[in-house]
């Protein structure tokens, strides 16, 4: 029997007893898994970890590299007692993974075999050369220690394969998916006004363009659900501002989701990078059927399946009446509207849809 531990930053022992509210995509295959293997387990972060020598270490380490390391929050005595049983051991981002990287070089000799999800890992590129030789030092050792590392976003997959071909048979892409069982609208709600949604916390947002687009184009309504954002930030009243953050559960995936059933457009301004900001929040509305509009950047994770107009609205850069542009042209289409939602959710169904992600990690951590 395969003992399969899986590995999370904090938050998702919450979210499992309340599973009536929560989508199962940010699990990563764990159900799937222990359905299969029973003996499958999780651990995740306690962000309470005391001040210790090991984590003044960390910090170090994170200040002299740029990377990720936070084993104080995960390496512990029961942990490890758990960690040193398991035969193969999950981590769910590279945070989860960088935190857990001097476990596995201690532990070696035991054969457990070591995967690792990854996005945006390589994206930064640090002009301080001291930062920048330990960063890639560092990578080099993640790279050799693991024994599998999947991708979320075809870019970066792209990238690794070319710049790091000794690698290539621990690497996989794996596109990111969205429980569509979950992620569903089963009626059409009557909206008075237009709707437009904003939603997300991660760095690569554009947040003061959304707050600017959203005071331009004052006769919409928009829904902020972001921590990113305060209330003396917003410039308009035709801004509903929500405090949400998906590990802290002030907000449970139903409440997301009457939102997303509500919208008419949800809005996805980034700034350009190799990571693929956006993906999840673009998934989750294209299975709701709500068009997105986002701005094209390097990283977009699968730039071959999409096409403007066709099952998404691309915008080449952040401008404001560009946007603005874009936005009015859409919400007074509805044909245009129409036939982008359903190849939108016709995509995510062949593509991006949970069951298929779980299938395809299944034969990874078998073979």
């Not at 929050?73 to 001097?102: D, E, H, M, P, W």
């Not at 960063?135 to 050799?144: A, D, E, H, L, N």
């Not at 437009?196 to 687009?213: C, E, M, P, S, T």
Request: hydrophobic content about 40%.
């Amino acid at each position: 029997m395969k003992k399969i531990t899986y590995i999370y930053q904090a938050g998702r022992t919450a979210r499992m007893n309340a599973m009536e509210n929560s989508a199962k995509e940010f699990f990563y295959g764990y159900f799937h898994m222990k359905r299969a293997y029973p003996d499958t387990n999780h651990l995740e972060f306690d962000n309470k970890s005391s001040t210790s020598i090991i984590k003044l270490f960390n910090n170090f380490i994170r200040k002299l590299s740029g990377l990720p390391f936070f084993s104080d929050l995960i390496i512990n005595s029961k942990n490890k007692k758990v960690l040193k049983n398991s035969k193969k051991i999950i981590a769910t981002n590279q945070r989860v993974g960088f935190s857990i990287l001097s476990f596995l070089i201690f532990n070696y000799r035991k054969k457990i075999k070591s995967y690792v999800f990854i996005m945006g890992l390589f994206n930064n590129n640090p002009k301080n050369q001291i930062k920048k030789f330990f960063r890639i030092f560092f990578i080099k050792v993640f790279m050799k220690t693991f024994n599998h590392m999947i991708f979320l976003s075809s870019g970066e997959f792209k990238f690794v394969s070319e710049n790091y071909p000794q690698y290539k048979e621990k690497i996989h892409f794996l596109p990111f998916s969205v429980d569509q069982e979950f992620w569903t609208s089963d009626k059409q709600p009557i909206k008075n006004r237009k709707n437009v949604l904003f939603i997300g916390n991660d760095g690569k947002r554009h947040y003061k363009f959304a707050i600017d687009l959203a005071d331009e184009l004052s006769f919409l309504n928009f829904d902020f659900i972001t921590k990113k954002i305060t209330k003396s930030d917003i410039k308009s009243d035709n801004v509903n501002l929500l405090s949400g953050k998906w590990d802290d559960m002030n907000m449970t995936d139903s409440d997301i989701r009457d939102y997303y059933q509500k919208a008419d457009l949800c809005i996805i301004p980034i700034f350009n990078s190799l990571q693929p900001s956006g993906q999840s929040v673009a998934l989750q509305s294209m299975s709701m059927g709500v068009p997105v509009m986002i701005t094209k950047t390097d990283g977009f994770w699968e730039p071959k399946l999409y096409n403007n107009k066709e099952n998404i609205i691309f915008i080449e850069k952040n401008d404001i009446d560009l946007w603005k542009e874009n936005i009015l042209s859409l919400l007074e289409n509805k044909d245009l509207s129409i036939k982008v939602s359903k190849n939108a959710k016709d995509l995510v169904s062949k593509n991006n849809n949970l069951n298929i992600f779980n299938r395809k990690l299944k034969d990874i951590i078998d073979s």
